[in-house]
């Protein structure tokens, strides 16, 4: 199979402070894995390509600086959204891609800034 | 720019036939994927088209047109379970390495 797990599944943080997603390939290796974003009912949005042991390529428009990512093996990828404010809570999902088919999607981390 | 155009609703019966179309316009294309997606969970992997044709497994088949810029997921034999958003999405570059882009999504409603 092709499994990839995030954790934590849901969270609940106040204004201002910092919150770690953690995105794991389980059984297979991934240099390169997506964090995507999605808002109720609206589709999934690219925030940016993790790529294993070099920075992060971010679409237009997501602040890199806000938005931490780091690709520290071939089976993990973290994002931390900094200083989080209510209008960055949504749906975040990563993915990885293995062999040439498609990606495995995790499955999401609900983020609630209060 | 780059889009993907699906139906933003679809309403069906149970053992009916559904098909849920696509076209796309991006300035890359390395394949066609569905996904689907219920209601809080995160989408999971239906079918892949890289090239023209139809893919068939179980009771969803995929279909793609290059020339047509154009695909469609096809469900048949509808089951409730099968309510869900299904969303079509293009690889705009060779490889799985290649980001996704998706469609809006394609709300599906199956009625008994």
């Known amino acids: 199979g092709a499994v990839v797990s995030q954790h934590p599944s849901w969270v609940i943080c106040k204004s201002g402070t910092s919150v770690k997603i953690e995105c794991r390939s389980l059984?297979?290796?991934?240099?390169?894995m997506f964090w995507y974003r999605q808002f109720p009912k609206q589709s999934l949005m690219l925030m940016a390509t993790?790529?294993?042991?070099?920075?992060?390529?971010?679409e237009q428009g997501v602040e890199k600086d806000k938005f931490l990512i780091n690709h520290a093996s071939l089976t993990l990828s973290t994002l931390t959204v900094t200083s989080a404010h209510p209008e960055d809570s949504s749906f975040y999902i990563c993915?990885?891609?293995?062999?040439?088919?498609?990606?495995?999607f995790g499955p999401g981390t609900r983020l609630t800034v209060l | 720019g780059q889009s993907l155009e699906q139906p933003s609703e679809v309403t069906a019966v149970e053992g009916a036939i559904v098909q849920i179309n696509c076209t796309y316009q991006t300035s890359g294309f390395y394949g066609l994927s569905w996904y689907q997606q219920h209601d809080g969970g995160a989408p999971t992997f239906l079918s892949y088209n890289g090239l023209d044709g139809l893919e068939e497994t179980g009771r969803f088949s995929s279909f793609l047109s290059r020339s047509d810029s154009y695909g469609y997921l096809l469900l048949q034999e509808l089951q409730m379970k099968d309510s869900a958003s299904y969303f079509c999405a293009v690889r705009g570059w060779e490889g799985s390495q290649g980001n996704l882009i998706f469609g809006k999504g394609t709300k599906l409603s199956v009625k008994p």
């Open positions: 993790s790529n294993e042991g070099s920075k992060a390529t971010y």
């Open positions: 059984d297979f290796q991934a240099t390169t």
């Open positions: 993915s990885a891609g293995k062999g040439t088919d498609t990606q495995y």
